[in-house]
């Protein structure tokens, strides 16, 4: 990814992250619900966002998912990749975003957060660097300070972190 088409201002912010913070449907997942006949709701996660979070706690960071729904299947992929932070069955995500920094100990100019929908604004006007999906509506991109090339569930996840390594490697 070339960073010199970025803004000085968002490759020092994405410089300072310490924390990273994710919605799930729709951006670890490409917001799809599949519902199998006795009622289980299963998810599909991309493999590449996998890594791409394995590869941000190998760099020595931290992460957290917030979501509005309550899933056990995103807690457990979560586990599997190393994930610290869980707020689910959160529908007003800004005071999950408040109370993860505070338990984690980083400013809200050190916490990154990844979203695709409406709830997820409020989070990303707080958080120090913050992206949108490709397929996220209109209204949450323009409030984003970067926009991903992927799709929510399809590498966006992965995209944003390798922006945020990169910016930090400068």
Not at 22 to 38: A, I, K, N, P, Q
Not at 83 to 110: D, N, Q
Request: charged share 25%.
């Amino acid at each position: 990814m070339d960073i010199s088409a970025l803004p000085e201002e968002f490759v020092t912010a994405a410089a300072r992250i310490r924390l990273l913070l994710m919605d799930c449907d729709g951006v670890l997942t490409d917001g799809r619900l599949y519902f199998g006949e006795s009622g289980e709701v299963l998810k599909v996660f991309d493999t590449r966002d996998g890594q791409g979070i394995v590869n941000w706690h190998s760099a020595g960071f931290r992460s957290g998912i917030i979501s509005g729904r309550n899933s056990s299947i995103v807690e457990l992929r979560g586990r599997q990749l190393g994930v610290e932070f869980f707020r689910l069955g959160r529908k007003e995500k800004a005071s999950a975003f408040e109370e993860i920094i505070s338990e984690a100990g980083v400013e809200a100019k050190e916490a990154a957060y990844i979203g695709d929908d409406t709830p997820d604004i409020s989070v990303m006007r707080l958080a120090g660097f913050s992206a949108a999906v490709g397929d996220a509506l209109d209204e949450v991109k323009s409030s984003a300070h970067y926009v991903t090339h992927r799709y929510g569930g399809r590498g966006a996840v992965r995209e944003f972190i390798d922006l945020i390594l990169q910016c930090k490697s400068v």
